[in-house]
């Protein structure tokens, strides 16, 4: 699981002190956990938040009043739901696990260690989903095994499936091409009665090879049907399940072409008709075989995929028409290249895999590192054109750690992607194995590729104009960081904002926004536009003496009215720094310039803080925005913060807008400015029509 990426932990925290609720929330966050926060205040409004949306985890303190930890247990079993419960100790002794034990609960955090909190939070989290994954794992194989059963009963392919060497179970398909009239006719039959005598020696070592896992999942022979005819068959055998029983699925096709000419055929059907490697199905089951030998075996195996670097631009230059032309040439340098035991594929339109058994991860890096060489080293020629063309190589190194083919596939296609991130003509190999080594040196290459972007002034801005729902002609946009590749790809800052952080850097890129930002005001305003700019900044400025100056010079320097720019902090961040975001704001508020809350209405008691922070625009959350036409309780809760935020004299913003029908409830909730892709994309211009 992702912690904070894809999904949000839902968290009911049960607690007297509002304070120290927001605290472990922050905390949590800060350690990377998305947080959705909800706190009640007493018995009936706990009971009615477990019942409308249930929460992941509840987080009890022992000595709450409001609502009893007695209660709490009483409530989630009542419940019937799935959710684990923790009670908050200051201080724990063996009287008082065992009762805490003795109520149900899952198990104790102790409030003054914040990272047993965070690592006791994510493994009931994981284990939290896997059970979920698992319920829904089990519905689905249920689903799919009858499916299954009836997609194999109704087939036209003769089908059964064999235990040590005996029939269990064959459609009907299979039936009619042996003469029986039902399954009971062959039940517990032997698949030898069922072979040419001549065909029988050959057979028994066929069935002891299969046994082992040994032979060929393909077997050519001479098949009897019951009247005692013969015929030519070919059998594929694959390890299937059937009612909880390890066996052989047997699918048999009457072969009435000539062997040779059916060998030819069955060789085309594995086959990329456009490049001559195997195509996708076949590779997949490949991989599946390797990765089975990996997970029983503990052997050790190579995967690669291989994506063209700009391949959009390449088939513009060399036209359309010959896309397969282009496929075929990089298909022919990687055959090139390839030793004999490696396979190849074409595994997506433009995206190779090569799978190098018995491959160590020097081997596999070696094999990477050729590959990319090939294509980076050499011209590509096609029949009509020749043309300089790199690649990127994501890989993995297959072994016990990642035994799973999704696994497996997944990690490859993000580490490809890693690559194309970053300009292409690179090699991103994951290593189980070797995880510290190879994510050492991913940050190293991150790290030296942000403070190119800072000294080599890589950074760019885009620009996402504000829309007022209230007739407001104030022309306001806000601008978005983006750092620009070595091919003039432009990377977001998720991508490498974390790396910054933890190495210090944040404070440098804050400063280059806040003195980007200044520029382009007084830039706008010497054309005579009055433009509003809304810039983010982290934490670190909190902490930076010398930004306050800076913000000072740089208005001086460009002519820049300090009453244009906002600078963006987020809810959680202040919350957690408040006496720095406070002097901050005090600071820059002699320049004119004004601090607005972003990610609002997340926390606990998110009005609460503007009591002690003036800020000049509240940004809602973007997690309300999902799904709104259709979500009631974020259409009530958008109203609630548009009705406080009025009452304060303070005015809000609503990002992420996606349709029409959310521009509507938006309106009519007293929103003041609306922002999003529906509305008008970012870009790298201040062109649009207020």
Not at 599 to 626: C, P, Y
């Given at each position: 699981?992702?912690?904070?990426?894809?999904?949000?932990?839902?968290?009911?925290?049960v607690?007297?002190?509002?304070?120290?609720?927001?605290?472990?929330?922050?905390?949590?966050?800060?350690?990377?956990?998305?947080?959705?926060?909800?706190?009640?205040?007493?018995?009936?409004?706990?009971?009615?938040?477990?019942?409308?949306?249930?929460?992941?985890?509840?987080?009890?303190?022992?000595?709450?009043?409001?609502?009893?930890?007695?209660?709490?247990?009483?409530?989630?079993?009542?419940?019937?739901?799935?959710?684990?419960?923790?009670?908050?100790?200051?201080?724990?002794?063996?009287?008082?696990?065992?009762?805490?034990?003795?109520?149900?609960?899952?198990?104790?955090?102790?409030r003054?260690?914040?990272?047993?909190?965070?690592?006791?939070?994510?493994?009931?989290?994981?284990?939290?989903?896997?059970?979920?994954?698992?319920?829904?794992?089990?519905?689905?194989?249920?689903?799919?095994?009858?499916?299954?059963?009836?997609?194999?009963?109704?087939?036209?392919?003769?089908?059964?499936?064999?235990?040590?060497?005996?029939?269990?179970?064959?459609?009907?398909?299979?039936?009619?091409?042996?003469?029986?009239?039902?399954?009971?006719?062959?039940?517990?039959?032997?698949?030898?009665?069922?072979?040419?005598?001549?065909?029988?020696?050959?057979f028994?070592?066929?069935?002891?090879?299969?046994?082992?896992?040994?032979?060929?999942?393909?077997?050519?022979?001479?098949?009897?049907?019951?009247?005692?005819?013969?015929?030519?068959?070919?059998?594929?055998?694959?390890p299937?399940?059937?009612?909880?029983?390890?066996?052989?699925?047997?699918?048999?096709?009457?072969?009435?072409?000539?062997?040779?000419?059916?060998?030819?055929?069955?060789?085309?059907?594995?086959?990329?008709?456009?490049?001559?490697l195997?195509?996708?199905?076949?590779?997949?089951?490949?991989?599946?075989?390797?990765?089975a030998?990996?997970?029983?075996?503990?052997?050790?195996?190579?995967?690669?995929?291989?994506?063209?670097?700009?391949?959009?631009?390449?088939?513009?230059?060399?036209?359309?028409?010959?896309?397969?032309?282009?496929?075929?040439?990089?298909?022919?340098?990687?055959?090139?290249?390839?030793?004999?035991?490696?396979?190849?594929?074409?595994?997506?339109?433009?995206?190779?895999?090569?799978?190098?058994?018995?491959?160590?991860?020097?081997?596999?890096?070696?094999?990477?590192?050729?590959l990319?060489?090939a294509?980076?080293?050499?011209?590509?020629?096609?029949?009509?054109?020749?043309?300089?063309?790199?690649?990127?190589?994501?890989?993995?190194?297959?072994?016990?750690?990642?035994?799973s083919?999704?696994a497996?596939l997944?990690?490859?296609?993000?580490?490809?992607?890693?690559?194309?991130?970053?300009?292409?003509?690179?090699?991103?190999?994951?290593?189980?194995?070797?995880v510290?080594?190879?994510?050492?040196?991913r940050?190293?290459?991150?790290?030296?590729?942000?403070?190119?972007?800072?000294?080599?002034?890589?950074?760019?801005?885009?620009?996402?104009?504000?829309?007022?729902?209230?007739?407001?002609?104030?022309?306001?946009?806000?601008?978005?960081?983006?750092?620009?590749?070595?091919?003039?790809?432009?990377?977001?800052?998720?991508?490498f904002?974390?790396i910054?952080?933890?190495?210090?850097?944040?404070?440098?890129?804050?400063?280059?926004?806040?003195?980007?930002?200044?520029?382009?005001?007084?830039?706008?305003?010497?054309?005579?536009?009055?433009?509003?700019?809304?810039?983010?900044?982290?934490?670190?400025?909190?902490?930076?003496?010398?930004?306050?100056?800076?913000?000072?010079?740089?208005?001086a320097?460009?002519?820049?009215?300090?009453?244009?720019?906002?600078?963006?902090?987020?809810?959680?961040?202040?919350?957690?720094?408040?006496?720095?975001?406070?002097?901050?704001?005090?600071?820059?508020?002699?320049?004119?310039?004004?601090?607005?809350?972003?990610?609002?209405?997340?926390?606990?008691?998110?009005f609460?803080?503007?009591?002690?922070?003036?800020?000049?625009?509240?940004?809602?959350?973007?997690?309300?925005?999902?799904?709104?036409?259709?979500?009631?309780d974020?259409?009530?809760?958008?109203?609630e913060?548009?009705?406080?935020?009025?009452?304060?004299?303070?005015?809000?913003?609503?990002?992420?807008?996606?349709?029409?029908?959310?521009?509507?409830?938006?309106?009519?909730?007293?929103?003041?400015?609306?922002?999003?892709?529906?509305?008008?994309p970012?870009?790298?211009?201040?062109?649009?029509?207020?």
């Amino acid at each position: 699981m992702q912690f904070g990426k894809d999904t949000a932990l839902r968290l009911l925290i049960v607690d007297d002190s509002v304070e120290a609720a927001e605290a472990i929330v922050s905390g949590l966050r800060n350690s990377g956990i998305a947080v959705r926060p909800s706190r009640p205040e007493n018995v009936d409004e706990l009971t009615a938040l477990i019942a409308q949306q249930p929460p992941d985890l509840v987080l009890a303190a022992r000595e709450t009043h409001n609502v009893p930890i007695a209660k709490v247990m009483q409530c989630v079993d009542a419940s019937g739901k799935d959710l684990p419960v923790l009670v908050l100790l200051d201080d724990i002794d063996d009287a008082r696990l065992l009762e805490i034990m003795g109520l149900g609960a899952r198990g104790v955090l102790l409030r003054g260690h914040p990272e047993h909190v965070q690592t006791r939070v994510r493994k009931e989290w994981a284990d939290l989903e896997a059970r979920r994954s698992q319920r829904k794992l089990e519905a689905q194989v249920r689903e799919t095994e009858r499916r299954c059963d009836a997609l194999i009963e109704s087939s036209r392919d003769p089908i059964a499936y064999i235990h040590e060497g005996m029939h269990i179970r064959a459609n009907a398909a299979y039936l009619e091409i042996f003469g029986f009239e039902g399954f009971e006719d062959v039940e517990g039959m032997s698949l030898l009665d069922l072979i040419a005598p001549q065909q029988v020696d050959g057979f028994k070592q066929l069935l002891k090879q299969l046994g082992k896992g040994e032979a060929p999942p393909r077997h050519e022979t001479q098949a009897r049907a019951l009247d005692g005819s013969h015929f030519p068959a070919v059998m594929e055998f694959t390890p299937a399940s059937y009612e909880g029983e390890t066996c052989l699925q047997v699918i048999l096709r009457r072969q009435e072409l000539d062997p040779d000419l059916a060998r030819e055929v069955e060789a085309l059907r594995q086959r990329d008709q456009a490049t001559g490697l195997l195509n996708r199905a076949t590779f997949l089951r490949a991989l599946e075989d390797t990765v089975a030998d990996a997970a029983q075996n503990a052997t050790h195996h190579g995967l690669l995929l291989i994506e063209p670097d700009h391949y959009v631009r390449l088939l513009q230059d060399i036209g359309l028409d010959a896309a397969d032309d282009l496929i075929g040439a990089f298909a022919q340098r990687l055959r090139s290249v390839l030793g004999p035991n490696d396979i190849a594929a074409r595994f997506a339109e433009h995206q190779f895999a090569v799978l190098t058994r018995n491959s160590d991860h020097l081997h596999t890096a070696g094999l990477a590192e050729t590959l990319r060489a090939a294509f980076a080293d050499h011209v590509l020629a096609t029949d009509s054109r020749s043309l300089n063309a790199t690649v990127s190589i994501g890989g993995v190194q297959i072994g016990e750690k990642i035994a799973s083919v999704t696994a497996v596939l997944g990690k490859a296609s993000q580490c490809v992607q890693s690559t194309v991130s970053v300009g292409g003509n690179r090699i991103e190999l994951f290593d189980p194995g070797a995880v510290d080594r190879a994510e050492e040196e991913r940050i190293e290459a991150w790290v030296a590729r942000i403070r190119d972007g800072l000294d080599g002034d890589r950074f760019v801005m885009d620009y996402q104009p504000l829309i007022g729902l209230h007739g407001a002609p104030d022309e306001m946009y806000e601008a978005y960081l983006r750092l620009r590749g070595e091919h003039g790809e432009l990377v977001p800052p998720l991508a490498f904002l974390q790396i910054a952080e933890e190495h210090g850097l944040l404070w440098e890129i804050d400063r280059w926004v806040v003195g980007k930002a200044i520029a382009v005001i007084g830039e706008r305003l010497r054309a005579g536009k009055r433009t509003t700019l809304l810039a983010k900044i982290t934490q670190a400025s909190l902490q930076d003496q010398s930004l306050q100056q800076f913000i000072g010079e740089q208005l001086a320097k460009h002519g820049a009215d300090g009453k244009l720019l906002v600078l963006q902090l987020p809810e959680s961040k202040v919350f957690t720094h408040l006496r720095a975001a406070q002097e901050f704001q005090a600071a820059v508020a002699q320049f004119g310039v004004r601090v607005g809350l972003e990610q609002f209405g997340v926390g606990l008691n998110s009005f609460q803080l503007l009591s002690h922070f003036d800020a000049a625009l509240l940004k809602i959350d973007r997690s309300f925005m999902e799904e709104l036409p259709s979500n009631p309780d974020h259409q009530q809760r958008i109203r609630e913060i548009a009705d406080k935020a009025r009452e304060l004299g303070k005015q809000t913003i609503a990002e992420f807008v996606q349709d029409a029908a959310s521009m509507t409830i938006l309106f009519g909730a007293g929103i003041d400015y609306a922002q999003g892709h529906f509305l008008a994309p970012a870009g790298p211009e201040m062109d649009y029509e207020f």
